[in-house]
């Protein structure tokens, strides 16, 4: 195998890199680098930025730009070491683009905000995706004046409405008097209240605070104040599915209904912690989180469904409560709109998050467990930092500083239960290290990579779950640098039936809600991955089967020539098709992460570079410490 890309060319990809993706954030305390996911993306992402720290690693380009290199890797080792780590840092600032509160919007580097205050309707979307909002509305506020019962839509009864900044945030506000039937013996219409809602955008936060405050102007009974949610089923939204927990930390899950009709999720019992997903709970589907401040003064939680399979109107009631005059009974909830955030994760990191996530500001609050391929990048500049193989050596200090974090990070990663792209990359980072002399579980790693593989040959990226060609790729490249330590027979066939699994023909890309078929590498029974991803995953192939036909090479004893033959077909055709996505931009050279375009992106730029390189042919050259 040679190396396919001159360094001229690799120099222009990096540069790109280097130029137009590159950023400053903040982490904690400290103002780091690190580059967006793409050129116009508001967010700073851990796993693209430490393929790219790999990349960096390697001796001629780190000698080219020590501080780039290194400052990237500075980003994915703090990211890694927050109080709750979390997979996204977030760009920009809030922006208020329409200050009409008839006809409002505003951005933030997680969402966007429109809608109509004189109406009671706030409308919220995640704000890279064209998907429909979701709707704050449909409120109720219930109550006994005297001997009569009163219900009234708190929409309807709107006078004061206004966008009110207060310490760098925003809150959107509507207020309503309220006014009902009273009387012991003849009804009569009286003055009852304010009833006033306030939906608070914090700076640097994913969470949107609301506080329902009701203040009374005679006594009444039995006070019911409600936090709700409108449209779920509507514009494509389709929430479908609850999950609810109470303070025992046990979850009740609720399936999508199957008529029209209301549901009780929650009645006369806590509730700490309510979440709504798409069917299925799909990996990127929209889901929305909702956590009262009082769990056991929620009375109730119910859903109302228009039709089958998707949910209408969600209806939290808090109370009962009586007051008299003057006294106020006020409502607090937090509210999170994330993709694909499990109901677990989301309790556990709204609370860690503190108050409107003060506690974790900046960061999309999405948690990042253990990352593989951060423990690569950061045994890989050990290795070549062990070796003298930088012009400008690394201080002990910071030697010792990335030593010690791969031991708290690799510890971490054990005691947990890792994801294939994960133990893939924890895998390449404990060969690196166990050439640098470093007693690292590389057996036991690999043994769990192995109980990940299918009869098929296709791996799972969690038991049950399927991978991409993404997942695939890594965990062949991990066997392929873990073979020479270990005996052959135990991954000879494991190689062997990896590379069998992928064959040649049109995959199934998601772009949105849509699956579109592209001329690519198909695996057998495997995920379908997004569109952007396309030129990443033909990159991270085209470099694992490098790596097969390296490790072919010394030792040949090793791997069945019919697992050589299949490697170097794979790496062929995985290059042909990356070679039309590089495209030049002015000096630099860019990588389309698929042959339909879009926006360039951090991961596949780097695993473009590294599939046409050979960066484990330099690794797999490094001899063995003592």
């Avoid at 505003?106 to 995640?126: K, N």
């Avoid at 031991?407 to 895998?427: S, V």
């Amino acid at each position: 195998m040679r190396n396919l890309l001159h360094a001229t060319d690799r120099d222009r990809l990096v540069a790109h890199l280097r130029g137009t993706m590159l950023r400053d954030v903040t982490v904690g305390a400290r103002r780091l680098m690190a580059l967006s996911d793409s050129e116009a993306a508001g967010f700073c992402a851990v796993p693209a930025n430490a393929q790219v720290a790999e990349l960096l690693a390697q001796p001629d380009i780190r000698d080219a730009d020590p501080a780039f290199a290194d400052g990237l890797l500075d980003f994915v080792m703090a990211m890694a070491e927050t109080p709750l780590p979390c997979r996204r840092a977030a760009l920009g600032a809030t922006e208020v683009v329409r200050d009409d509160p008839r006809n409002f919007e505003i951005r933030t580097p997680f969402h966007r905000f429109t809608g109509d205050l004189s109406a009671g309707v706030v409308m919220q979307q995640m704000v890279d995706e064209a998907a429909a909002p979701v709707v704050h509305t449909g409120n109720l506020v219930e109550f006994r004046a005297g001997r009569f019962r009163n219900g009234i839509d708190a929409e309807d009864t709107i006078t004061d409405f206004a966008l009110d900044r207060k310490d760098g945030a925003i809150i959107l506000r509507h207020e309503s008097r309220i006014t009902g039937k009273a009387g012991l013996l003849r009804p009569r219409t009286t003055d009852i209240g304010t009833l006033r809602y306030d939906y608070t955008i914090t700076p640097g936060s994913p969470i949107l605070q609301l506080s329902v405050t009701f203040t009374a102007r005679r006594r009444i009974g039995k006070l019911r104040l409600s936090t709700a949610l409108d449209q779920l089923g509507a514009g494509g939204l389709d929430m479908a599915e609850g999950r609810v927990t109470g303070t025992n930390a046990e979850w009740r899950d609720f399936a999508a209904p199957q008529a029209a009709g209301v549901s009780v999720w929650a009645e006369r019992q806590p509730v700490a912690h309510l979440a709504m997903g798409v069917a299925g709970w799909p990996e990127t589907g929209p889901t929305l989180h909702l956590r009262p401040g009082a769990p056991d003064k929620v009375m109730s939680v119910k859903a109302i469904a228009a039709r089958p399979q998707a949910l209408h109107w969600v209806i939290l009631r808090h109370g009962p409560v009586t007051l008299s005059v003057g006294e106020a009974l006020v409502v607090r909830e937090e509210r999170l709109l994330a993709p694909g955030l499990a109901a677990e994760k989301a309790a556990s990191i709204m609370a860690a998050a503190g108050p409107a996530g003060a506690a974790m500001a900046g960061l999309e609050l999405d948690p990042l467990p253990p990352n593989g391929a951060a423990l690569n990048a950061v045994a890989t500049q050990l290795l070549f930092a062990a070796r003298g193989a930088y012009r400008t050596a690394l201080p002990a200090m910071r030697v010792a500083a990335l030593q010690a974090w791969f031991d708290r990070q690799m510890a971490a990663l054990q005691a947990g239960e890792p994801a294939l792209p994960d133990l893939a990359g924890a895998i390449l980072a404990a060969e690196a290290r166990r050439r640098a002399g470093a007693e690292v579980p590389l057996d036991a790693l690999v043994r769990r990579l192995i109980g990940l593989q299918q009869p098929s040959g296709t791996f799972e990226d969690r038991p049950g779950l399927p991978a991409s060609l993404v997942g695939q790729a890594l965990a062949l490249l991990a066997m392929a640098r873990a073979l020479p330590h270990l005996d052959p027979p135990l991954l000879a066939d494991p190689i062997g039936r990896a590379l069998a699994a992928v064959q040649p023909g049109l995959t199934e890309l998601q772009d949105g809600g849509r699956l579109m078929r592209l001329e690519g590498l198909v695996l057998e029974g495997g995920a379908a991955y997004p569109l952007r991803s396309h030129a990443e995953a033909l990159g991270l192939m085209a470099r694992a089967a490098t790596a097969v036909a390296l490790v072919a090479e010394l030792r040949p004893e090793a791997l069945p020539l019919a697992a050589v033959n299949q490697a170097q077909a794979l790496h062929r055709k995985a290059v042909a098709l990356l070679r039309p996505l590089v495209r030049p931009q002015g000096q630099a050279l860019v990588v389309q992460p698929s042959p339909l375009g879009g926006a360039p992106n951090a991961a596949g730029q780097a695993a473009l570079v590294l599939g046409l390189t050979l960066p484990d042919a330099a690794m797999l050259q490094q001899p063995v410490a003592a």
